[in-house]
């Protein structure tokens, strides 16, 4: 077995026991990045100083001295999550050569800890969009078939860690960007609750809905990252206060007791019978091994959707104001004044995408539509925090569908934007509730692609999550998560 097709897990086994080296690792990844990156597309920018930070962990696990249990172990990292010194775009003409000044905190966290930044992954332009299609960069391609999408926006970092061209992936969820691509590429992806993450040097979309999480081959994999990456961060003044948990250390490996509610909107008719089918089996696997599991509603997830693109567009107009061409990034060349320097900047610099948020959260903040749309999104937004508040008293985690359908082929959804918008139904309510979800694989379709389910926990329960996964991990041997056919 090559080096690539390990989980992070079984290299730092390796690594300790100094069955191989950090050097060793990184150059099995880069063969694999030779081999498969002009077939997916995964990477906007590559780290041209990998390879010198791994021999700094090989010398330190020479000397004897303790390194952290990821030292070693390459990720790839979002191109919208600051690095310096390695360009950073969101995939965005607007920032296509921008190289930040500063580390992002998770990013400052994984450096500290040894481990090797193999290079910045494709993105949906700024994170807006579900295919990595919006890319100004280039489309990025599902490791399982490459004519289908591998989902986004956090495309590139599911399609890397799925064709093996990392080990592991940080990402960002907004409305499902981290569960949606994992379960398109076959992965495990994990998105914390709000404030568990520190979102310093996390380029803003949507400042109140978006977090960072983790993808990687195994549940374990995912726990390690998010331990590392998670706590309290004076730099982020929505960091949560709490206690450290070592996720990866507490893992259980048994469903007995666990209580899982399964919402009948979440099984809908506009949810394909090869997903509901996958979703079904795999509570049937957990039940048989002693779970319990409960049919409950949550009715005002019909209403999510519309909320949380009202609230994520008015975010995304605010936030993405700064991008005007005389402070940083793209600038337009020729223009006759001020005003016009502005519309010609963010005409050109931008995608339709982007345009086209902006303009719906400029609308729905505008004098006459802010309590019309916007403040009625937000208290939805409450009511819909309350429902899951109410859903956990009788519950320990949901289940359901991480995305409503398989990966579909590249160019299929272009042209109906609002399309693409519903089929976020599964993942947005997480995000607006502030809640922690997981996605891992679940089968696959009739045509071979990979599917998956998602367990929402309750607020700072990733443990409960995390092990409810590690269960399920365990009931199936193993995820087969690289695709075969690369």
Do not use: W
């Not at 986004?152 to 960002?172: D, F, N, P, W, Y």
């Not at 969820?173 to 992965?187: E, I, K, N, Y």
């Not at 320097?341 to 719906?360: D, P, Q, W």
């Amino acid at each position: 077995m090559k080096l690539y097709e390990k989980t992070a897990a079984e290299l730092s086994e390796m690594l300790r026991n100094k069955k191989c080296s950090a050097a060793e690792i990184l150059n099995d990844v880069n063969e694999r990045i030779k081999a498969a990156e002009g077939k997916i597309g995964a990477y906007v920018t590559l780290n041209n100083n990998a390879a010198e930070e791994a021999r700094a962990v090989d010398e330190s696990i020479a000397r004897g001295e303790s390194v952290h249990p990821l030292a070693g172990i390459p990720i790839a990292v979002k191109d919208n999550i600051s690095t310096r010194g390695i360009r950073t775009t969101c995939s965005s003409r607007m920032l296509e050569n921008y190289i930040p000044p500063f580390d992002a905190s998770a990013v400052e966290r994984i450096k500290n800890a040894g481990m090797i930044i193999t290079g910045k992954t494709n993105t949906d332009e700024f994170a807006m969009g579900s295919t990595t299609e919006t890319s100004y960069m280039h489309p990025t391609r599902n490791p399982h078939n490459t004519d289908y999408v591998p989902g986004g926006s956090s495309g590139g970092s599911a399609a890397a860690v799925a064709a093996g061209e990392t080990i592991v992936a940080l990402g960002s969820d907004t409305g499902g960007s981290v569960r949606q691509p994992a379960a398109l590429c076959g992965a495990v992806g994990i998105k914390p609750t709000y404030g568990r993450v520190s979102r310093y040097g996390l380029i803003a979309y949507a400042s109140s809905l978006e977090q960072i999480g983790a993808i990687g081959k195994s549940v374990r994999d995912a726990a390690m990252v998010l331990d590392l990456i998670s706590g309290h961060d004076p730099m982020d003044a929505t960091s949560a206060i709490s206690e450290k948990t070592d996720y990866a250390l507490n893992l259980r490996e048994t469903a007995k007791g666990l209580r899982i509610g399964v919402p009948d909107e979440y099984f809908s008719e506009n949810i394909d019978d090869d997903v509901k089918e996958a979703v079904y089996g795999a509570l049937k696997l957990l039940e048989s091994e002693g779970a319990q599991i409960k049919r409950i509603s949550l009715p005002d997830t019909q209403f999510a959707v519309n909320a949380y693109y009202i609230i994520a567009s008015a975010e995304a107009s605010s936030n993405l104001a700064r991008y005007d061409g005389v402070k940083y990034g793209y600038r337009a060349e020729n223009f006759d004044g001020l005003t016009d320097m502005y519309e010609k900047t963010r005409s050109e610099g931008f995608g339709n995408e982007v345009k086209r948020r902006i303009m719906l959260g400029t609308f729905v903040l505008s004098s006459g539509c802010c309590d019309k749309y916007y403040k009625r999104a937000k208290l939805m937004q409450q009511r819909i925090s309350e429902e899951f508040s109410e859903a956990f008293t009788d519950c320990d985690v949901i289940a359901a569908p991480s995305y409503p359908c398989a990966a579909f082929r590249i160019g299929e959804s272009a042209g109906d934007p609002v399309e693409m918008y519903s089929r976020d139904i599964c993942t947005v309510t997480a995000n607006i509730a502030g809640l922690p979800a997981i996605s891992v694989p679940c089968g696959k379709n009739s045509a071979g692609l990979p599917l998956g389910m998602q367990l929402i926990g309750n607020k700072f329960a990733e443990q409960i999550i995390l092990d409810a996964a590690n269960a399920y991990e365990k009931i199936c041997g193993g995820f087969n998560t690289l695709a075969a056919n690369l």
